[in-house]
């Protein structure tokens, strides 16, 4: 769908359905993915992050990469949607997130975000996730997240209506 404000730009929605997940719900190992292709997006609208890396083709084909490459945090903010929204889900609350950014992402390319349980820690109801962004077999972005989980016993929180 092309974007009122801004033609040309096209974006394609991307909704993932709700999963609460409570922290009593959580195990090692436990997986979550995303697939996403990279658009041309709003980001920089949105952030002001205007660098034209990402926004003038003459300008990064003058560079390492010869094209425009997606903003970085772009690719990181699909790994907050697998946390938001699928694992554990809505209630969770980012603590920390370490990101190493391996390797350009490209507009077109399809980004494969994937996030699992790597520890528990039940004295804190905190959850340490491994997290990986790839483009084909390629590790674009990796990092770990920690999260506060809420515990069933304890959430007051009513589902979500979307």
């Known amino acids: ?3 009122a404000e801004n033609p040309g730009y096209r974006c394609a929605p991307m909704i993932l359905a709700l999963r609460i997940l409570y922290f009593e719900d959580l195990s090692v190992g436990m997986t979550e993915t995303l697939s996403k292709t990279i658009a041309s997006s709003g980001f920089a ?12 083709e003459h300008f990064a084909a003058k560079t390492q990469f010869g094209r425009r490459i997606a903003h970085g945090l772009y690719t990181a903010s699909l790994i907050s949607a697998v946390l938001g929204t699928r694992l554990p889900g809505p209630g969770a609350v980012y603590i920390s997130q370490t ?16 996030v699992t349980v790597a520890e528990l820690i039940p004295a804190r109801q905190r959850a340490r996730l491994a997290c990986s962004c790839k483009v084909g077999d390629d590790i674009v972005l990796d990092g770990e997240a920690l999260v506060k989980v809420p515990a069933a016993a304890k959430s007051k929180r009513p589902l979500p209506q979307v």
């Open 1 to 3: 769908m092309e974007h």
């Open 45 to 56: 609208q949105l952030t002001g992050d205007r660098n034209p890396i990402h926004l003038s």
């Open 99 to 114: 990101l190493n950014f391996r390797a350009p992402v490209r507009i077109g390319d399809r980004v494969d975000v994937t």
